[in-house]
């Protein structure tokens, strides 16, 4: 509950968004962005944010040809985040719920 609340009053959520959105336009082409989250609400938070760099046209299914344009402005450098291997489980017990997401900028 104390957690949840502090993340509210902070505005934590808003600042990782912010601070994704503005480290991106700092990267040059090739670039890449790594984030650990420790916990589920930042990683939903990393992985909508990435999937949403990485989206391309949004016209409905049903139209024969892209008229929006939009392209992908990264791609994800793996599909699945990057876990804890067994044997770093059993040396840090508290990597249980570390993931590594990352993406590259492509536009």
């Known amino acids: 509950m104390f957690q949840a609340l502090r993340i509210a009053v902070n505005g934590e959520m808003q600042e990782a968004q912010t601070a994704i959105e503005k480290a ?3 990267l040059k082409v090739g670039g890449r962005i790594s984030i650990i989250t420790f916990h589920s609400i930042e990683d939903r938070l990393v992985k909508q944010s990435f999937a949403e ?53 492509i536009l």
């Open 24 to 26: 991106f336009e700092r």
């Open 53 to 105: 760099l990485c989206k391309g046209c949004e016209c409905p299914k049903d139209f024969p040809v892209c008229v929006c344009g939009k392209k992908p402005r990264a791609k994800l450098v793996f599909r699945k985040p990057i876990e804890a291997s067994e044997q770093e489980l059993s040396d840090n017990a508290r990597s249980r719920s570390a993931k590594l997401r990352a993406i590259e900028k």
